[in-house]
Each structure stands twice: as structure tokens, then as C-alpha cells.
């Protein structure tokens, strides 16, 4: 099958302030190309609501640096490679989670896929991508409530759409307690991650998880520097042996004294519409002994998914071990994601 793209206009801007103006001049219409390794896609497929008439080409506008400082933490140009975050020594060195976060995507999309772009993509629900009618192709019903829901789908709950957040890098940056900067025609301001991915909601009329607003730029990410005594770890879980989106994911970081954990994040990654703190998780850690026993591992990880509320209906065509089960499934390989993530930390 061809799916050929149809006819857009191609805009070059020549600074970060021209391309705000842009988006703003041409509305709803216009969209940011970065990588172009998911919009490109969104476009071949004619999804009808996601098929811009203009695209805003950012990538050569000097926004690709990731740089170190032991005072100010990491910053990453949202234009950075995939690839190149994941090659970075000082990311290997003070984020691993961050690093391991970055190893799962082929090396072809990686050098291609940017960090703003991942942080920032469309879900990969099968509805959507397959144009669909539903609530973020403009329609107002979602099919995973009543169809198909075993993969791409919550795991605690939604509001419109039941789609999980893409992004592997988001996991990690939410545990590191990233932040986000964003230029408008406003100027430039900072959101934490939290308010950059606050689950689904309505932005300029249309329904998306993420909360940038149509003539807003992700320009770059800025990552504390971790302090004395931090461990993190990152860990994912396919249906397949190929790349593939996870099931579930999770980040860890912790701080320790000595062996003993003395603050703990988990974030939990593709079981929700948004990188999901797993708060009861992280109180239970608390104060707890590196290695963690096995009892402590598996305690964890239960109060990780223990307000998981997942689908239970699915569509009557699906066949195989998993048909009938809805996505309950998956909360079982999320607490062994969690237990293998927190295991590492141990490695």
C-alpha cells in the first residue's frame, strides 16, 4: 500500500520567534516539523485531524546542543537527536535512567527522532492512527472503551481518550523532576513536567495530553543535577522481541545515606495517559535497605499498581491467550517492571 502525502506548504523560519510567528499567523493549520519521524507519519496515514496544511521546519534553528554542568544540571536542546542524548557520556554518567530511556528505538529513528518531538508526540492508539472517528480525530466517542483495549490503553482510568503516553523519555524526565521550556508569542517560561503532560485535556479545541498550546515551541529540557548518594534505573517491557512500544515502563531515581533509600521517585510509564507518580510505592521505599529484599520488591511494586482500575472489555473478535481479558494483563508486567527497575538500582 502507498500512502502518499498530500500537497503542504513548507516553512523555513529563520529563529525560534519567527517560528511562534508563524504557528501563530497560520493557526491551527500550521505544525512544527522536527524529526518529522511521527508527523510525517500522521500525514501518510491522512489522519484527518492531525494532517496540518503547513509545517514549520525548526531543525535548523541551533536547538540541538546537550550540555553538563555540575551546578545547573543538564540541558537539552529540543531539537537534539535521540540518539545523540543516549551517546552523551555525561548522561550515561548522571542519568542513567535517562540513558536507558533513550536505548529503545532503532538506531535509524533515533539519529532522526528529537527529544522535543518524543516528549511531545501523538498517542499511538490503533483507532487513531487508523482515522477512526474518535475524540482526538475529532469525533466524540472512544473506541477502546468498547473495543480492543489490550495494549495502547489506560491502566487507571481516563477522561475522553484512554490512550497512553508515548514517550519513554518522558518516564525518566518526570522522575528526575525535569522541567520544560516553552517559547509563545509571550515569550519564553518554564513548566514542570507535570504541567507540560497533564493528562488529557482540551487545548485550543482539541483533545491531547500534552498542554502546548497551537503557536507554542518546545525549545528546551532542563534536568537538575542529581545530588550525592543518587541511583536511577529505567526499565521496559515489549509484546515483542522487535522495537516496539512497551506495555509498561518505569523510572526510578532514589537518594541514599549510606544503603539506606532516603527519598524515592517512580514514575510509571505507558499504563496511563500521562507518566504516573506511583506515590504509595515511593513512601514504602522509604527508609528501606539496598538490595531490596524480595518481599520488599514485590511489596513495592503492588502499592506501584494498587490503584490501577483497568479496561475489562474487549472487542469480540480479538482471539489468542489474552481475548476476553480487556488490559488487566498488563498490570501484572507493570509491577514486574517496576520490581526489575528497582532491582537494578542494586546492579
Wanted: net charge neutral.
Amino acid at each position: 500500500m502507498r500512502n502518499e502525502l498530500n500537497a503542504f506548504g513548507y516553512l523555513t523560519p529563520t529563529s525560534v520567534s519567527d517560528a511562534v510567528s508563524l504557528l501563530t499567523k497560520y493557526g491551527g493549520s500550521a505544525r512544527i516539523l522536527a524529526g518529522g519521524t511521527d508527523i510525517l507519519y500522521q500525514m501518510k496515514q491522512h489522519i484527518e485531524n492531525l494532517t496540518p496544511q503547513y509545517l514549520v521546519d525548526i531543525s535548523e534553528l541551533g536547538l540541538d546542543n546537550v550540555s553538563y554542568d555540575s551546578g545547573s544540571g543538564l540541558t537539552i536542546g529540543a531539537t537534539a537527536s535521540v540518539l545523540k542524548l543516549k551517546d552523551d557520556p555525561n548522561v550515561n554518567q548522571y542519568y542513567p535512567a535517562l540513558a536507558q530511556a533513550a536505548t529503545g528505538h532503532p538506531v535509524q529513528i533515533a539519529s532522526q527522532a528529537t527529544v522535543g518531538g518524543n516528549i511531545s508526540q501523538e498517542v499511538w492508539c490503533w483507532y487513531l492512527r487508523n482515522n477512526y472517528d474518535c475524540w482526538r480525530n475529532g469525533g466524540n466517542v472512544c473506541y477502546a472503551t468498547v473495543g480492543d483495549n489490550r495494549y495502547y490503553h489506560s491502566l487507571f482510568g481516563g477522561n475522553l481518550c484512554y490512550a497512553v503516553h508515548a514517550s519513554d523519555l518522558s518516564t525518566a524526565l518526570f522522575a528526575y523532576d525535569a522541567t520544560v521550556t516553552v517559547q509563545g508569542p509571550g515569550g519564553s517560561y518554564t513548566k514542570t513536567m507535570d504541567q507540560f503532560l497533564p493528562g488529557v485535556s482540551i487545548v485550543d479545541g482539541k483533545v491531547k495530553e500534552n498542554s502546548l498550546r497551537y503557536n507554542e515551541i518546545v525549545t528546551q529540557i532542563n534536568v537538575p543535577a542529581p545530588t550525592s548518594g543518587t541511583l536511577s534505573s529505567f526499565f521496559r517491557m515489549t509484546d515483542r522481541g522487535a522495537v516496539d512500544f512497551p506495555l509498561a515502563s518505569a523510572a526510578v531515581v532514589v537518594t541514599t545515606n549510606g544503603s539506606t533509600i532516603s527519598g524515592a521517585r517512580v514514575v510509571l510509564g505507558h499504563v496511563a495517559t500521562k507518566p504516573l507518580r506511583a506515590h504509595s510505592a515511593e513512601s514504602y521505599l522509604n527508609g528501606q535497605t539496598l538490595p531490596l529484599s524480595d518481599s520488599a520488591l514485590t511489596q513495592a511494586a503492588e502499592n506501584a499498581l494498587s490503584a490501577a482500575t483497568p479496561l475489562t472489555h474487549v472487542s469480540t473478535s480479538a482471539a489468542g491467550p489474552s481475548a476476553g481479558q480487556g488490559n488487566g494483563f498488563r498490570v501484572y508486567i507493570a509491577q514486574g517492571v517496576v520490581k526489575n527497575a528497582l532491582r537494578a538500582l542494586s546492579a
